[in-house]
Each structure stands twice: as structure tokens, then as C-alpha cells.
T-cell receptor
Framework: GNSVTQMEGPVTLSEEAFLTINCTYT??????LFWYVQYPGEGLQLLLK?????DKGSNKGFEATYRKETTSFHLEKGSVQVSDSAVYFC????????????FGQGTILTVHP | DVKVTQSSRYLVKRTGEKVFLECVQD?????MFWYRQDPGLGLRLIYF???????EKGDIPEGYSVSREKKERFSLILESASTNQTSMYLC??????????????FGPGTRLLVL
């Protein structure tokens, strides 16, 4: 079946540091890949997505590239801010109907001034 | 603007009680989902619905049921609450019909404590 593995956290960085959160997946067929973010006290919201191999998703300075050869979708940001402190979830949709998502375990990011 | 609302932010219930969690979306979406979120486990799908009165089990349906009588409303029911159902419950909806590429929109969550 489908599965998503994220790097273990929590991750603690200083403001303006470079961020990478690793995500690898196992899926049959051609999944779509997503990063969702959950800010404190809120539900999840889409950060970015990529629907086919070699696509790059980007939003708010975050980027992730769909690498089929390494089954990865790592999240990166060149310079994090305190306001980026949140929980980040990698997820995939297996291409079947209804868009069911399989999530990774989440990575807690804390950014200090 | 897209909106998914959940009936309660916090609930405290006793073991054995029947619990109803309500979710409403105002986007005319076809698909609706219920997840539970637990630390270190991410989100796990309990049930989803792809049309009124249509439902399918997710990965962890045991101890839960759902109801979708109207397109905008999707209810999660804990038939007899147990302490291992203490968790954060998240509802989501999506447009449907795009082969799995569409965004899911989430409500703020209900934190349920079963004593």
C-alpha cells in the first residue's frame, strides 16, 4: 500500500537559516505529492503540491521537487522566519478516485529569533 | 473564501457515551473526509464520503460511523466512546473529479477527551 516517511523531528532553527525536511514515499502508479502546514491552533492548509515527476511546487518561499527516481519530495526554504514555526506534513494521493491522502507523521519546526 | 467548520473546538465525554462530531463545508464539494491526528502518527483516515449518502471506510474505521444526509454536512459518530479515542479530529473536503490532484480544505479540528 501507499506510505509516506518524513524525517524525524522536531527541527529547531535560528531565523534566516536554511530548512530541509525530507520526505520519501512508496506508492503504486503515479501519485500526486503535497506539503500541508498546520500553524498553532489551526487546521491544515495546503502549502504546495506537484502532480507529476520533475514538477516543482512552490509557495511562500518554500519549494519541493517531485523526484520519481528517488521517490522523494523534500521541502526546502532558503531563509526561515519565526512565522514559519508550525507542523509540516508530507502527503500523497495515490491517483485513485476521491483524492484520499496518505500522510507522513509530521515534522515540528520551531524557528527562534 | 473556502470554509470548513466543525461544531466544537473542544469536547469532554465519558466512556460509553455516544458522541457526534459535525462538519459543514460551504464550497459545494463532492468529497468529505474525517481524520484523526495523533502525535507521531500524522493524520489517519477514518471515513470518507464521495456523495450524499455514500461513504467508504478509511484506514481506521473501527469504533466509528458516519452520516452524510446533505452534501454540505458530514458527521462522525463514536458509537460508544472509549479512552483510546481521545484525539484531535479533523474534517476536510475537496472538489472531486480530478483524479486525486485536488487540494483538501481542512476545518480547525475538534480536540476530544474521553474520560
Amino acid at each position: 500500500g501507499n506510505s509516506v516517511t518524513q524525517m524525524e523531528g522536531p527541527v529547531t532553527l535560528s531565523e534566516e537559516a536554511f530548512l530541509t525536511i525530507n520526505c520519501t514515499y512508496t506508492a503504486t502508479g503515479y501519485p500526486s505529492l503535497f506539503w500541508y502546514v498546520q500553524y498553532p491552533g489551526e487546521g491544515l492548509q495546503l502549502l504546495l503540491k506537484a502532480t507529476k515527476a520533475d514538477d516543482k511546487g512552490s509557495n511562500k518561499g518554500f519549494e519541493a521537487t517531485y523526484r520519481k527516481e528517488t521517490t522523494s519530495f523534500h521541502l526546502e526554504k532558503g531563509s526561515v522566519q519565526v512565522s514559519d514555526s508550525a507542523v509540516y506534513f508530507c502527503a500523497l494521493s495515490g491517483g485513485t478516485s476521491y483524492g484520499k491522502l496518505t500522510f507522513g507523521q509530521g515534522t515540528i519546526l520551531t524557528v527562534h529569533p | 473564501d473556502v470554509k470548513v467548520t466543525q461544531s466544537s473546538r473542544y469536547l469532554v465525554k465519558r466512556t460509553g457515551e455516544k458522541v457526534f462530531l459535525e462538519c459543514v463545508q460551504d464550497m459545494d464539494h463532492e468529497n468529505m473526509f474525517w481524520y484523526r491526528q495523533d502525535p507521531g502518527l500524522g493524520l489517519r483516515l477514518i471515513y470518507f464520503s464521495y456523495d450524499v449518502k455514500m461513504k467508504e471506510k478509511g484506514d481506521i474505521p473501527e469504533g466509528y460511523s458516519v452520516s452524510r444526509e446533505k452534501k454540505e454536512r458530514f458527521s462522525l459518530i463514536l458509537e460508544s466512546a472509549s479512552t483510546n479515542q481521545t484525539s484531535m479530529y479533523l474534517c476536510a473536503s475537496s472538489l472531486g473529479g480530478t483524479g486525486g490532484t485536488e487540494t483538501q480544505y481542512f476545518g480547525p479540528g475538534t480536540r476530544l477527551l474521553v474520560l
